[in-house]
């Protein structure tokens, strides 16, 4: 093929200041190599003058305070024995007197950390529970434990799983920075932080509260796998994967470590973070371009430069010739908010190639190609055909039906198979809300606010704030902050607008989900987008009935629809631990819920999308009893929030619970508990 790419042109403007490259007269051309087995044709490179170029010619510069004082053994980095990637012709291999220097630099994370607090886990047995009564005298003792005046019920990081964690550490981690998190934005946005505290970025400081206590896991730094991260994991803040040893760097793009090869030192990348605005994407979802770090002009003279051959470039270009794995996350801006961007783990990759190309600027760039392994589970490019679904660009295999709310719902709910030739659930009236709802004799004295506008967060004029004990209880992106024993809210004959940041679960949906067939379950429900943990999904709608119904067929058909709020529920710590904001006033509340009297609610002929929701003992949903008044009267809804940060196409679940032996039918109801398919380590065995 013809190269009318005279690529020496580029590497020859000016070369890399402060290095003393070993250059050939003329650059082999990248675009003459064969692919090797295993790797689609990228057909991208195929003429080099189509290549976008990136809209910004700047890279965003790693930190130079932070040096990585601890390296890794040879052992956790060795080259494998068979590569995978084609052998790869580096921009340059050089001997350089910044070869020691840019050797001993690294952007990681001091590994020195304080015990803090720590505690063993806390195991939960599966297999002796013989009835309600073990189920109950367990949720009893947790509950104890983490009332409020009692025994705090903050358990830190296990010693054992700080250096190597697994999936429990990683979730326990993430939940207790977001919980930080949602707290400091409570107080910041009601103005209760004091001036000499306040910070704009509350991600920072909760970062920096569990980093002061040695809260984090996989602190070891590696190449590769990191234990208890999934491909597919989705983070909303940069600094969620610095607490679980995903990417060390709060800002930079590239992740590296210095390692002992030898008798030398080497420098050697680990992950890479796609910000999605330099031309990194492809049309192949398995190929990413990446480009280098550094700026492509001189700060103080506005002189055109080019990107230097060191830190995070030369790692890549290290790793590139030893055939290393690199872990990349891929960045998209949030679609619930613009100036923001979600991360997604999409696995592990291999550099194929590398190259200079000129950018906007005129200055040269360091270009590498990314490869995704084969035989990953896919992460990336669901997500991608998801938003291809969304939009309705893309046929996709057993679609059924594109709304199965028929209008009801502002955003629609489609329903697909591809397992088998059900056509669709047995027939049913959609519908948003409670029917029948049964008032609850609730003495409040006032049922509505008097807020002219909308409710403002610190407000304590405000009477639906003053029933929130003095606090708003979401956030202004409508997240919701603790779980309460009773989450009030503006209603109805309320004076605020309708689009008052206290009607959460009043304003429908706000995501993408699908009803799907899962393997062996029933329908499901799944989402099309990234849910952050604390979102609001949807009410549990459907007819209020009395429990005499729910049974009154004891050997006939079971409702497989009702939601039941007097079922044993394994309990669960949500809300954020007061002894790790020592300088903030917290408002400890209880997380056990207090309904004044049990609510049965039946989708079985009436009802939404919940109905759709299967049962998991480890679920990504829970449920939260909400109150707001209607023609002067009070009624409880079932709201449902995300329990953590669910990734796009993932399956919602919560947990059924298990019927009380001492209610009305419990007897029959312990004859038919149905088993648990759940497939969670904590799996139970049974449900209902």
């Known amino acids: 093929m013809e190269d009318s790419f005279d690529k020496s042109k580029i590497v020859e403007v000016k070369p890399l200041r402060s290095l003393a490259p070993v250059l050939p007269k003329h650059v082999q051309s990248v675009f003459s190599r064969e692919y090797p087995s295993g790797f689609p044709p990228f057909y991208s490179f195929v003429k080099p003058h189509q290549i976008p170029l990136p809209k910004e010619a700047e890279e965003i510069p790693l930190d130079d305070k932070v040096a990585e004082k601890t390296p890794v053994k040879a052992a956790a980095a060795a080259a494998h024995d068979t590569p995978v990637a084609a052998k790869v012709t ?44 073990e189920f109950l005298r367990r949720k009893k003792n947790k509950t104890r434990e983490a009332s409020v005046g009692g025994t705090s019920s903050y358990v830190g990081v296990n010693p054992t799983l700080k250096d190597d964690g697994d999936r429990e550490s990683v979730n326990h981690v993430l939940m207790t920075f977001d919980s930080i998190r949602r707290r400091l934005c409570q107080l910041e946005e009601s103005k209760e932080l004091n001036n000499a505290l306040a910070i704009k970025r509350a991600d920072l400081r909760a970062s920096n ?10 602190t070891r730094r590696r190449a590769g796998v990191v234990p ?41 990348a680990l992950s890479v973070v796609s910000s999605g ?15 280098g770090q550094g700026e492509n002009f001189n700060k103080k003279d506005k002189h055109v430069t080019d990107q230097k051959l060191q830190r995070g470039n030369l790692a890549l270009d290290r790793s590139a010739q030893r055939h290393d794995e690199v872990r990349v996350i891929r960045g998209v801006r949030d679609p619930m908010n613009r100036s923001a961007k979600i991360y997604m783990y999409d696995g592990l990759y291999k550099i194929q190639d590398s190259w200079i190309e000129r950018g906007k600027s005129g200055g040269g760039i360091f270009k590498y190609k990314l ?53 669709g659930p047995a027939f049913f009236t959609y519908f948003t809300s409670l029917k029948n709802p049964k008032p609850f004799g609730l003495v409040q004295p006032s049922l509505s606010c008097n807020c002219n506008t909308a409710c403002v967060p610190g407000d304590l004029n405000c009477s639906c704030i003053q029933r929130n004990e003095g606090d ?6 409508s997240v919701l902050v603790s779980r309460k024993p009773l989450i009030h809210e503006c209603g109805p004959m309320c004076r605020c607008f309708p689009t ?9 949906l706000k995501q993408h989900m699908e009803v799907f067939r899962t393997k062996g379950r029933g329908w499901g429900l799944r989402t099309l987008d990234p849910i952050r943990a604390g979102t609001f999904i949807c009410e549990y709608a459907g007819e209020v009935i009395n429990r005499a119904k729910v049974y009154q067929n004891v050997e006939g058909d079971n409702d497989e629809y009702v939601f039941d709020t007097s079922r044993i529920y394994e309990p669960f710590k949500w809300n954020y631990e007061p002894s790790l904001l020592e300088d903030v006033s917290s408002n ?15 989708a079985r002929n009436v009802g939404n999308i919940a109905r759709f929701m299967n049962h998991s003992c480890s679920p990504n949903v829970f449920w939260q009893p909400v109150l707001y008044a209607e023609n002067n009267q009070s009624f409880i809804h079932i709201a449902f929030f995300a329990l953590r940060h669910i990734p796009p196409m993932a399956e919602l679940t919560y947990d059924y619970g298990i019927t009380h032996a001492g209610h009305a039918g419990g007897s029959s109801a312990l004859r038919r508990r149905k088993k648990c398919l759940c497939g969670s380590a904590r799996c139970r065995g049974f449900f209902g």
């Open 209 to 218: 509260a569990l980093t002061c206590k040695g809260f984090k896991t996989n």
């Open 90 to 133: 580096p921009i340059r291999a050089y001997k350089s007197s910044h070869d020691e220097e840019m050797n001993q630099q690294g952007d990681g994370d001091n590994n020195d950390y304080s015990e803090g607090f720590i505690g063993d886990k806390q195991k939960r047995s599966t297999d002796n529970i013989e009835n309600c009564k």
């Open 277 to 291: 605005v330099y031309g990194d994407d492809t049309e192949d979802n398995n190929v990413l371009i990446y480009s």
């Open 228 to 268: 208890g991260i999934e491909i597919g994991d989705v983070f909303f803040f940069r600094m969620e994967m610095c607490l679980v040893g995903l990417h060390a760097q709060s800002m930079g793009g590239i992740d590296y470590m210095s390692i002992k090869d030898g008798s030398k030192e080497d420098t050697v």
């Open 371 to 423: 490869v995704r392994l084969p035989g990953q589970k896919i992460a990336y490019a669901a997500w991608k055909l998801a938003q291809k679904w969304k939009a309705g660009s893309c046929a996709r295999n057993g679609f059924i039906l594109a709304d199965l709310s028929n209008g009801v719902e502002s955003i629609p709910v489609s329903l697909v198979n591809d397992v088998d030739d059900e056509k």
């Open 472 to 477: 708003f209880p979401y956030t202004a992106n």
């Open 500 to 508: 008052c940041k206290n009607r959460v679960s009043q304003t429908g």
């Open 588 to 602: 400890v509340c209880s997380e056990d819920y207090t309904i004044p009297s049990p609510l049965i609610i039946s």
